[in-house]
């Protein structure tokens, strides 16, 4: 059984840092490219950053460019997410989402085939 365990969300204020964690169960975790979305109330999901499988090549979203940080360590089957210098729109809900293959990273939400169950970041001014 695949599953996404996401942990790290926090309430933090602005200037802060925090790093989310999302561990995989049931994937061959140096074979799956990963992503981190997030999403508000009443908007869709946005992607903050992908990884490829080899953790290679990522990718950024232009307003988290320089402060995020995506990472994955083969080893423990977990993706990481390093945020710093956190800002109030930042605040959302952050799911990590997973698919196999992926010599590249993938941008859409629709490539991904597997999701974690959302963890919360909430970014005080």
């Known amino acids: 059984q695949v599953q996404l365990v996401e942990s790290g969300g926090d309430l933090v204020q602005a200037g802060g840092s925090l790093s989310l964690s999302c561990t995989t169960f049931g994937l061959p975790f140096s074979q799956i490219a990963m992503g981190w979305f997030r999403q508000v109330p009443g908007k869709g999901r946005e992607l903050v950053a992908a990884i490829n499988r080899s953790g290679g090549e990522t990718y950024y979203v232009a307003s988290v460019k320089g402060r995020f940080t995506i990472s994955k360590d083969n080893a423990k089957n977990t993706a990481f997410l390093r945020m710093d210098n956190l800002k109030p729109e930042d605040t959302a809900a952050y799911y990590c989402?997973?698919?196999?293959?992926?010599?590249?990273?993938?941008?859409?939400?629709?490539?991904?085939?597997?999701w974690g169950q959302g963890t919360q970041v909430t970014v005080s001014s």
């Open positions: 989402a997973a698919v196999r293959g992926g010599s590249s990273y993938y941008m859409s939400s629709g490539s991904y085939d597997y």
